[in-house]
């Protein structure tokens, strides 16, 4: 355990003698500062015991320094230098102002370290001035606003633009997609019974191989789980909480204030030194509604708001891009608002990467869903959840084919998410994007075997709009990184190309040709008309019968198989009307297909909150809260 400084010795007894602290908080806050080898203030503020303002007021006066709020007293902007903002928010400390020639800096962490830090940057000759945490964060963005703003949005276009979705159709793409519609066209014409004898031997060998490229993935997938997460378990017990990082938590949110107490909650809940937490509630500026609702909690000091000025396009990774920029911690986690994180997630993950090579770069846990058993979209959204995260990418990782990110809960290194410009703004599911272009750039993604629950879906209209972003992200993916397909092999290799057509290009595509076969199947069935033999000889048959019935009784046994590992045996025979969610999946990929001509950026917004579990939630958490304040 680390030892208290005298310092923080002296801050301690001198907060009880002014009466802010019990004796029993004090000797509860001094044996945390030395567990998690922290400082006593950052433990007394991330209990909110106190007022910070008073507590900072105090400490200006124990000092004999002048306390600022740089709200009423602001940064010379001048001053500051936007090369240092992670320096910055890392010590809490920055330049104020220059006075009779002299530099005086604003910190919200006076000591020992905040001097070394001065002199590295301003020499012996400063003075010093106390100010609040969240001061230092707004002052920076004050400053930096309109630069980080315009970065959100554009630097990735700017810096790497043949990896950006902001041109939808690279004009080569454009040429060649009206090259084969035109000669499709004119062989139609020409030689029309051939012609769709081979565009039917294309779909369904491409449906062959989707089956069996998925079948392979739950196969690898369920391989040696259970021995790598006990040797991680043992590992994450192992940490010190002296020894892990500071961790910063990113939670972007647009008008969901009812779920702001759960997610206080779930994030107090963890097992992490709140001290080490750097917990960044990302709104946008004009949400004034969820903005006062978080001002009303009178969160601990380890929570901050970030307003995320206006621009286009509005998405959530234009908002996190511009809030990471504030981040202080070695890594970053996105949570979405509803999450409940397992309380030991934070330390598996530094286990995780602890034990993984240096190229191993973000770490994605498994998402699922509390309400699972609520009606019957939540019992097959769990299911397909439960197939993907509990078996495909855990097959995924095994055959090192490059990850498709969720949308929550992935851990990144900080320095490489710097490097790789964050995430694309212009793409609507924007992880899974990061996920390829990490591997392109020669970085891993690591499976962890802890699990974030979520608010799943309890209305189908509601669900086919958050669907009919993700595929539509999925296709602007798909462009994006087939744009270079030597650079695509040579980057990933075959195995990964494969998976790559076959996983981001399989969801896709199955959802838009599923209705065509459906269709073809069903009017044949009805009718039993000769008319399709001519465009089904018996090879071409047999194929086709065994994906209909082969294929799809494969899948329904897999989505059977997935809540096994979970022991949600009484989700299994819901598998068996899996079609009818497969019905909704290609309602869909067609919105999405549409939107992507249309409106490309347009983020269409998930409504949370409709399960009739939130309130209950909102309740237990609001009592909770209540209890920290």
Known sequence: MAELTAADSWTGDFLADQGLLTAEQLNEAELLAERWGTNLPDVMLARSWFDADTYFQLLADRFNLEYVRLGEQPADPELLQEAEVSAYMEQLTIPWRRVNGR???????????????????????????????????????????????????????????VMSAQTVFMPWQIVTAWLVVTLAALALIAAPVPTLILLNIIMSVFYLGNFVFKGVLVWAGGLQQDNRARELDAAARMLRDEDLPIYTVLVPMFREPDVLPILANALRSLDYPTAKLDIKIVLEEGDHETIDAAVALGLEEVFEIIRVPPSQPQTKPKACNYAFRFARGDYLVIFDAEDKPEPDQLRKVVAAFNRSAENVACVQCRLNYYNRDENWLTRLFTLDYSLWFDLMLPGLERLKVPIPLGGTSNHFRMDVLRELNAWDPFNVTEDADLGIRMTQKGYEVRLVDSTTFEEANVSQSNWIRQRSRWIKGYMQTFLVH????????????FTGVLGFV?????????????????????????????????????????????????????????????????NWLQLTPFSLTVIWYWMLMSVA???????????????????????????????????????AI
């Open 502 to 566: 076959f996983f981001i290009g399989g969801t896709m595509m199955s959802g838009l040709l599923n209705p065509i076969f459906w269709g073809i199947f069903a009017i044949w069935f009805v009718s039993q008309t000769g008319i399709f033999d001519l465009f089904f000889p018996p090879i071409l048959l047999y194929i086709s019968l065994f994906n209909l019935l082969a294929g799809n009784g494969m899948f329904i046994f897999l989505t059977m198989l997935a809540p096994f590992r979970r």
């Open 103 to 161: 530099m005086v800096v604003a910190t919200a962490r006076p000591g020992p370290e905040a001097i070394v830090f001065c002199r590295s940057r301003w020499g012996a000759d400063f003075d010093m001035v106390i100010t609040r945490k969240g001061d230092i964060q707004a002052a920076v963005q004050t400053v930096f606003s309109a630069r980080y703003s315009h970065g959100a949005v554009f630097d990735l276009a700017e810096r790497d633009p």
């Open 482 to 493: 087939s744009r270079r397909p030597l650079h695509l092999y040579r980057t990933i290799g």
């Open 589 to 627: 990929a067609w919105k999405g297909a549409w939107q992507l001509v249309t409106r490309p950026f347009y983020w269409e917004k998930t409504e949370h909150g409709l399960s009739k579990h939130t309130a209950d939630e909102v309740a237990k958490a609001s009592i909770k809260q209540g209890a």
